[in-house]
């Protein structure tokens, strides 16, 4: 079943701008990661930050995570038109180490 | 880094015959594999677990009977889907997983059933 809620659903940004998405879930976790998929792609791995961990940057991205609230949001700075694509947080969590996503936020960078 | 080859990337059957998707894990080997389908403008909905050498386990409402899941080896997991309705149509996703814990995906497989 889905355990995580994005919001926004969808975000329509300028080029240059900064999006942010967040996501909350339900459980305890081991880790949370974040992933982006293009329109009727695979998924390609953004982001993992653990569970005793904060805060994480990698590039234009930076990642917080928030266990007492169960949220964790994405950043994406300056972004590009190029970045226009789903992204959606999963979450590792429990023994079975299956991931669970999140509902999704389809970003949109406009030139 | 860690590549997981996924194919067919699309395929069209007749309403009632059968698919098989498959999923190789091409530089590392997968002790775990994840199938996952996604509907349109919707999020990746787990399927089955499966772990090389023994039984699938499925989620809540997904027919066993109707995706078959075999994991014969380390490197590659397959899906059947059976006796294929329109109901079916999805775009179905592979992930492995290696030894060390990290998730590597498929690139995904567009079914459409007619």
């Known amino acids: 079943s889905q355990q995580g809620e994005e919001d926004p659903q969808a975000l329509s940004i300028q080029e240059g701008e900064n999006a942010t998405m967040n996501c909350s879930y339900k459980?305890?976790?081991?880790?949370l990661q974040w992933y982006r998929q293009n329109s009727g792609r695979g998924l390609v791995h953004l982001i993992l930050?653990?569970?005793?961990?904060r805060e994480k940057h990698s590039g234009r991205l930076r990642v917080t995570l928030d266990t007492s609230k169960k949220s964790s949001s994405l950043l994406i700075t300056a972004s590009r038109a190029a970045d226009t694509a789903s992204y959606f947080c999963?979450?590792?969590?429990?023994?079975?180490?299956?991931?669970?996503f999140g509902s999704g936020t389809q970003l949109t960078v406009l030139p | 880094g860690a590549v997981v080859s996924q194919h067919p990337s699309r395929v069209i059957c007749k309403s009632g015959t059968s698919v098989k998707i498959e999923c190789r894990s091409l530089?590392?080997?997968?002790?775990?594999m994840f199938w996952y389908r996604q509907f349109p403008k919707q999020s990746l909905m787990l399927m089955a677990t499966?772990?090389?050498?023994?039984?699938?386990?499925?989620e809540q409402g997904v027919e066993k009977d109707k995706f078959l899941i075999n994991h014969a080896s380390l490197t590659l997991s397959t899906l059947t889907v059976t006796s294929a309705h329109p109901e079916d149509s999805s775009f179905y996703i592979c992930?492995?997983?290696?030894?060390?814990?990290?998730?590597?995906f498929g690139s995904g497989t567009r079914l459409t059933v007619v």
């Open positions: 992930s492995a997983r290696d030894s060390h814990g990290g998730y590597t």
């Open positions: 459980t305890s976790i081991n880790n």
């Open positions: 930050i653990r569970s005793n961990e």
């Open positions: 999963a979450t590792d969590a429990g023994s079975a180490r299956q991931l669970t």
């Open positions: 530089d590392f080997q997968a002790t775990t």
């Open positions: 499966s772990n090389e050498g023994s039984k699938a386990t499925y």
